[in-house]
């Protein structure tokens, strides 16, 4: 071995040992906990797959593991649908000052993701923004009481806290469009709908992909927003998860469940990531 490669294998062991210490660790143990039961207050260390048939057959897990995969999806296409227009404009449509525009995305990073939640549970709460705003236009005479604690205020919550996330990718996707593309489409007598759709979005795919990636996977564990304002119909695995590593005092199926919702989710990215490219490829 000679002088550089004992150098950046120096170099590199801090950080090896840093992600073996606080990932590969805390995995390997969820993994071995995932095979063994709760006896009362005991572990059994007995090899069983019975946690993962619990997972698999009981209907609640199902249905939790299956509405976080869909409110998942639902955020990352809406948060997407919202955030591709203002990377656009910032990208193509603003000359000077893109530092600036960037800047303002990035204000929400300044207040805690908490205080963000709870901001919309007061804009959403039977005596909130929404509802007064309502009631003083005199479009109800009642407050609607179906605006928090359901699965649709979890998805327009976590669409507004993953905003900035979304937007920047994509921003950086359009920055790189070569502008000779444009005006080539527009030379060759392209509408404005029509570059855009053979020309502009088919290369800002890779941002739009990314974008999903880092939206998608998050949302499916996410704890805090289900649980402020999501209610039991909003409730989602990672509820579940936190439930039987807590009060049910069962780490086995809380690992299980955990690994199983990981598999359920890489799948579904996965899934995701083929749409996304075989979309790419028929807009080509």
């Not at 590199?12 to 040992?17: I, K």
């Not at 009481?145 to 905003?163: K, R």
């Not at 790189?176 to 489409?185: G, M, P, Q, V």
Request: glycine fraction near 6%.
């Amino acid at each position: 071995m000679d002088k550089n490669a004992r150098l950046g294998l120096l170099l590199a062991t801090p950080t090896t040992l840093y992600v073996l210490l606080l990932i590969a660790a805390p995995v390997g143990m969820t993994i071995a906990y995932s095979f063994w039961t709760q006896e009362f207050v005991d572990v059994t260390r007995d090899f069983t797959w019975a946690n993962y048939r619990e997972v698999f057959t009981d209907p609640l897990y199902r249905t939790l593991i299956f509405r976080s995969v869909r409110i998942a999806a639902m955020v990352t296409l809406l948060t997407v649908l919202l955030a591709y227009p203002v990377a656009y404009h910032i990208a193509l449509n603003v000359k000077k000052n893109k530092a600036m525009w960037l800047f303002l995305v990035t204000i929400p990073f300044w207040t805690s993701y908490l205080l963000r939640v709870f901001s919309w549970k007061l804009i959403l709460a039977q005596n909130g923004v929404v509802n007064s705003a309502l009631l003083w236009l005199g479009v109800i005479d009642t407050p609607i009481d179906t605006l928090l604690y359901n699965s649709e205020a979890v998805v327009v919550t976590l669409a507004h806290a993953w905003a900035p996330f979304a937007i920047l990718p994509i921003f950086v996707s359009l920055e790189k469009i070569d502008r000779s593309y444009l005006e080539a489409a527009k030379d060759l007598g392209e509408g404005p709908v029509r570059s855009f759709l053979r020309v502009t979005l088919p290369l800002s795919i890779p941002g739009i992909i990314g974008a999903s990636m880092i939206i998608f996977i998050p949302t499916v564990g996410d704890y805090v927003t289900p649980a402020l304002v999501g209610g039991s119909d909003g409730a989602m695995v990672a509820n579940m998860i936190q439930v039987q590593f807590g009060k049910a005092n069962n780490w086995p199926l809380g690992a299980a469940l955990a690994l199983s919702a990981v598999v359920c989710v890489t799948g579904a990215a996965c899934l995701l990531v083929l749409c996304l490219k075989l979309i790419e490829r028929s807009l080509k």
